[in-house]
C-alpha cells in the first residue's frame, strides 16, 4: 500500500500529559512521527499540535478518530500538502575560515535566500525557511562543498487554505446549537 505524507492538526488545551495521550497512539499502530511542533493557536487558551506521518488513508483516518476519542482533546484533523500552507526553518553551522574559502558569501545567500543568524572568527550559522526539499538541497550543498558542523531542522509549521481554523467552524456550531456555554 502506497504512502502519504498526511499533516495531523490536534487541537487541545494546554494540559500536562496530552502530548504523551497522542503520541502513544502512534506508538501503538507503529506509526513514525516525521515532525511534531506545539504552539498556542489563534484561538485563545487552545494549543495546536502539527504532527506528520506517512500513513495510508485508512490507517491516519483511524488515528485521527481515535486521538479525537482523547478527554483532553478538543478535535484533530489530517490534511495533505495540497491544503495546506507550511513552513520548516533549518539552522546551519559552518566553520567560518572554510566558507570563506569557498568564495562569496553573498552567493549562498541569493541563491538560497538564506539568513546569517551569527558570524564570528569560528563559525557562521545560517538559517533557511522553506519546504523540506528545500532546507535539505541546502545541507546536501553545504556538507558537499564545505563541511557542516552542525544542523537542525524544525518541525512542520503549517495553516489550512481555509479562512479560519476548522476548529473554530465547529466551535462556532455548538455555540449556535447549545448557547454560550461559559455562563
Do not use: C
Not at 511534531?36 to 502539527?50: C, D, E, M, Q
Amino acid at each position: 500500500m502506497e504512502k502519504t505524507l498526511y499533516t495531523i492538526t490536534v487541537f487541545s488545551e494546554n494540559t500536562v500529559g496530552v502530548l504523551g495521550q497522542v503520541t502513544v497512539i502512534f506508538t501503538r499502530r507503529g506509526i513514525n512521527i516525521e515532525t511534531l511542533s506545539v504552539s498556542p493557536s489563534a484561538i485563545k487558551g487552545i494549543h495546536k499540535f502539527t504532527i506528520t506521518v506517512y500513513s495510508n488513508l485508512d490507517q491516519v483516518t483511524k488515528v485521527v478518530q481515535q486521538i479525537d476519542k482523547r478527554v483532553d482533546i478538543l478535535k484533530a484533523y489530517f490534511n495533505t500538502d495540497d491544503e495546506l500552507i507550511f513552513q520548516e526553518i533549518a539552522l546551519y553551522k559552518l566553520a567560518t575560515d572554510k566558507l570563506l574559502a569557498k568564495g562569496s558569501i553573498e552567493e549562498w545567500i541569493r541563491k538560497y535566500h538564506i539568513r546569517i543568524m551569527e558570524m564570528n572568527e569560528t563559525f557562521v550559522v545560517f538559517q533557511k525557511a522553506g519546504h523540506y526539499e528545500e532546507t535539505q538541497q541546502l545541507f546536501d550543498e553545504l556538507s558537499e562543498s564545505i563541511g557542516v558542523l552542525q544542523f537542525i531542522r524544525s518541525g512542520r509549521v503549517a495553516i489550512t487554505r481555509s479562512k479560519v481554523e476548522r476548529l473554530t467552524d465547529m466551535l462556532n456550531t455548538i455555540q449556535e446549537k447549545y448557547g454560550d456555554l461559559t455562563d
